[in-house]
């Protein structure tokens, strides 16, 4: 080999490393990127979780509460239909008087606006939770969709180093700007694509 080959050769080596290392950073960069798009949707998908418990316990609170109202109403109903039966004046007025606390007692039970705890409030958060949790979804389901782009990009970017073709790591940022548009999709206006 003369002097002149093994200089061109070392050139070539030279601009083969130069070339690696910018691939090596581009997956580097890609990678902290899937970083944060994994903790984002895995957070995202532990809220979500959360606030669908939180949904159910709320709906099964507002049956229990429905029920109540419901048991209470109907004694109330029945007592007052049997008051005609009642010949005495003194029970008939506590009868009277049963039935108001009855009727009061169904009242609390539909509206409590100071506990939050009647029917009409707990439907109210019931369904702000399940906002929360359908808001949730939909930035999880975006975050996958960014995670899986930054994976790709990643495998597209080290098959550049293996293969030197240039078109790979072209690929690769466009996967990584895809992946960045769903993060960004995610983070700030989750229901503006419907993916699913």
């Known amino acids: 080999m003369g002097a002149h080959e093994s200089m061109e050769h070392a050139e070539h080596a030279e601009h083969a490393s130069g070339s690696n290392k910018k691939i090596a950073l581009l997956i580097s960069v890609i990678a902290l990127f899937l970083a944060f798009s994994e903790t984002l949707g895995k957070?995202?998908?532990?809220?979500?979780?959360?606030k669908n418990v939180e949904a159910s316990n709320l709906w099964a609170f507002f049956q229990a509460k429905s029920i109540r109202r419901t048991v209470v109403q109907t004694v109330s109903e029945e007592a007052r239909l049997s008051m005609s039966t009642v010949g005495d004046e003194a029970a008939k007025a506590a009868l009277q008087k049963q039935i108001e606390e009855w009727q009061k007692t169904a009242q609390r039970y539909r509206s409590e606006p100071e506990t939050g705890e009647g029917?009409?409030?707990?439907?109210?958060?019931?369904?702000?939770?399940?906002?929360?949790?359908?808001?949730?979804?939909a930035r999880y389901?975006?975050?996958e969709l960014a995670?899986?782009?930054f994976q790709i990009g990643i495998v597209l970017a080290s098959a550049t180093i293996i293969t030197g073709m240039?078109?790979?790591?072209?690929?690769?940022?466009?996967?990584?700007?895809g992946g960045l548009a769903f993060t960004a999709i995610g983070l700030f206006a989750p229901h503006a694509v419907h993916l699913f």
């Open 43 to 50: 957070a995202a998908q532990t809220e979500s979780l959360a």
């Open 147 to 149: 995670s899986a782009a």
């Open 166 to 177: 240039v078109a790979l790591a072209w690929l690769s940022g466009l996967l990584a700007l």
């Open 119 to 137: 029917s009409e409030q707990l439907a109210a958060r019931a369904k702000h939770a399940e906002h929360d949790r359908d808001l949730a979804q």
């Open 141 to 143: 389901h975006h975050y």
